[in-house]
Each structure stands twice: as C-alpha cells, then as structure tokens.
Nanobody, 116 residues
Framework: VQLQASGGGLVQAGGSLTLSCAAS????????MGWYRQAPGKQRELVAR???????YYAESVKGRFTVSRDNAKFTVYLQMNSVRPEDTAVYYC???????????WGQGTQVTVSS
C-alpha cells in the first residue's frame, strides 16, 4: 500500500503550489481519488475529488482556485493550488474517497503553510 504525497512547502498568500500523490494501484485503480486536508485542531476535510473518468468535485472553499487531476497510467493524482490563502494551511493527504481517518492507511501527507 502506497500513498506518497509531496510538493508542499511554505508559500506566500496569493502564490501557487502543485501537490502530487503517488498511490499504489490497489488504491488508485477504479477508485474516486480525493485530496483532503487537516489543519491543527480541525477535522480532516475533503478538498477535491476526481473519478477515473475525470468527473470532479471541489469544496466551496477552494472552487476556482484549486485544480485536481489524475494520471491513471502513473497512479498519480495532482492538486494545483493557486491564489492560496492563510486558511489553506494544513497537512494535505490524498486517498480514495471513503477512506476513514484513524482506520485506513493515509500516508504522511505533505505540509502546506501559507504566510500572510
């Protein structure tokens, strides 16, 4: 089982980052994949999800700023983050939609910190 998120870092408000997540085929194949985030003291929330056929959903808080995509051949999902805000600061994870926090494997995630 593999879920390796990368690409996080420190960015100024208004800047951009691109996150990548390499998943094992058993997780990626035929599953709706999602990007989640968890800020300190808050619950993990779904930011965006994408089906294997390319249907996409965004949380209202990121709509128009973030773009999710996936490469089915590489078992990789991406999150392009534009016009980032301090409230986007969180650890970002990818996983299949339906994965359960504290029960299913999530990997280490990648920290995104947005400075004002």
């Amino acid at each position: 089982v593999q879920l390796q998120a990368s690409g996080g870092g420190l960015v100024q408000a208004g800047g951009s980052l691109t996150l990548s997540c390499a998943a094992s085929g058993s997780i990626f194949r035929l599953n709706v994949m999602g990007w989640y985030r968890q800020a300190p003291g808050k619950q993990r929330e779904l930011v965006a999800r994408i089906t294997s056929g390319g249907s996409i959903y965004y949380a209202e808080s990121v709509k128009g700023r973030f773009t999710v995509s996936r490469d089915n051949a590489k078992f990789t999902v991406y999150l392009q983050m534009n016009s980032v805000r301090p409230e986007d600061t969180a650890v970002y994870y990818c996983n299949r939609v339906g994965a359960r926090a504290g029960i299913d494997y999530w990997g280490q995630g990648t920290q995104v910190t947005v400075s004002s």
